[in-house]
């Protein structure tokens, strides 16, 4: 048997890790349990709403693929509101904490382990939407992983589907013109989130839990116009961003923006 991994490594030159793959080894089974012993579900479903499933509802979307399940929270939270939901993801730890969650609450999540870049190998249905949600898509480092990821959720999607992909605000990060709040996300105080470094290859985060351990995720700043701009050049014909889940908001305020990406 494998022995999960309980504790993250960075090296000796942390902000020299600027790899798509490493994803996996941030996502260790210590951090991964933290997360959501402290991230209330119900807090986080407050906090964001309805906002999915009457986004998904308009666009007449039944079929979801979660791409980024997680530990499950959209992927539960939508079969609750009756679509069939497909929970996918490229870290085995993630993908066996979200089962645990669905089980306690009574579902057998559909699982694939697959990673973006390689989405089709293992997804061989058609969905209405794609969400890749909870600021997932800033784990691909490089220009060509994100285009090629594109092209795998647009190749799944049927002809009139929608992706519904997020991201925080690294814009106004970037930009020195917020301290980055966490409202959404973290629901509360539980998770102390800050950025540690910031230039335009590498957002690097800081997380500290109630018992003083800590650890990091390195991401790709996105910007949002970069974002949205790869989205039309793959294919989608039209792109509507919201910020914190409102369509009409001033550039430096929101926390998170939603990228709305349809096909037809
Ligand atoms: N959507 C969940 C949420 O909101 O709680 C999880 C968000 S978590 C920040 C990012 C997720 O994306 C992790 O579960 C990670 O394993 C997954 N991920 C990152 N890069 C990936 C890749 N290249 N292929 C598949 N999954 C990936």
């Known amino acids: 048997m494998t022995q999960e991994k309980k504790t993250q490594d960075f090296g000796n030159d942390p902000l020299k890790v600027r790899d798509t793959d490493h994803y996996k080894d941030e996502y260790v089974s210590g951090f991964v349990d933290k997360w959501d012993e402290l991230i209330d579900w119900d807090g986080r479903a407050n ?3 309805d906002f999915f499933i009457k986004l998904l509802k308009e666009h007449g979307a039944k079929k979801v693929l979660d791409v980024a399940a997680g530990t499950g929270f959209h992927s539960v939270r939508l079969l609750e509101s009756g679509f069939e939901v497909t929970s996918a993801d490229g ?3 993630m993908l066996a904490k979200a089962f645990e969650n669905g089980r ?3 579902h057998i999540l559909r699982t694939v ?3 973006w870049r390689f989405l089709n ?6 969905y209405d939407a794609v969400i890749c949600l909870g600021n997932s ?3 691909l480092h490089s220009d060509n992983d994100r285009r090629k990821t594109l092209a795998e959720f647009y190749a799944t999607l049927r002809h009139d589907g929608i992706l519904i992909l ?3 605000n690294y814009d106004a990060l970037l930009d020195h013109q917020v301290q980055p709040t966490h409202n959404y ?3 509360g105080d539980n998770v102390k989130a800050s950025p540690e470094h910031i230039d335009e290859s590498l957002a690097r985060f800081r997380y500290e839990f109630p018992d003083k351990s800590v650890y990091h995720l390195n991401m790709f700043p996105l910007r949002k116009e970069y974002v949205r701009k790869l989205m039309r050049d793959i294919g989608f014909q039209k792109v509507t961003t919201y910020g914190d889940f409102k369509e009409t908001y001033r550039e430096a305020e929101p926390d998170f923006f939603i990228h709305v990406a349809e096909k037809r």
């Open 47 to 49: 906090s964001e709403g």
């Open 185 to 187: 996300y973290y629901c």
């Open 121 to 126: 190998k293992s997804v061989h249905d058609l």
């Open 91 to 93: 870290s085995p730890e």
């Open 137 to 139: 898509f800033t784990h």
């Open 104 to 106: 306690k609450r009574g």
């Open 113 to 115: 382990h697959a990673d």
């Open 166 to 168: 997020d991201q925080r």
